[in-house]
């Protein structure tokens, strides 16, 4: 069994930061990409990109995210983490953590995904 928790959420004012993290855990051989994504208020189901990192450090970003997010892991704790600085109103969603990982035993890699973390910008 394999879970994806996040942690870090929460109010923050504009202009302010946070660090999101992301823990997985369970019967994982190996994971390859995680990455964090986010749904906003009143735009239905889809999930936007925020940032993805490879196991190697390769690292994708939203392109209007560039500058104020930094993605990083560390592969030996099976962790992803999102700093998050000059937040604006804009930027409040459920942030979720993916990852595409091969569970043990298996031969195909799966995608996982965390129950998500609220992040609300407000004064």
């Known amino acids: 069994q394999v879970q994806l928790v996040e942690s870090g959420g929460g109010l923050v004012q504009p202009g302010g930061s946070l660090r999101l993290s992301c823990a997985a855990s369970?019967?994982?051989?190996?994971?390859?990409?995680m990455g964090w994504y986010r749904q906003a208020p009143g735009k239905g189901k889809q999930r936007e990109l925020v940032?993805?990192?490879?196991?190697?450090?390769?690292?994708n970003y939203a392109d209007s995210l560039k500058g104020r997010f930094t993605i990083s892991r560390n592969n030996a704790e099976k962790m992803v983490y999102l700093q998050m600085n000059s937040l604006k109103p804009e930027d409040a969603a459920v942030y979720y953590c993916?990852?595409?990982?091969?569970?043990?035993?298996?031969?195909?890699?799966?995608?996982?995904w965390g129950q998500g973390t609220q992040v609300t910008v407000s004064s």
């Open positions: 993916n990852a595409d990982l091969y569970p043990l035993g298996l031969k195909e890699s799966y995608v996982y």
């Open positions: 940032a993805t990192i490879s196991n190697i450090g390769k690292i």
């Open positions: 369970g019967s994982i051989f190996s994971i390859n990409d």
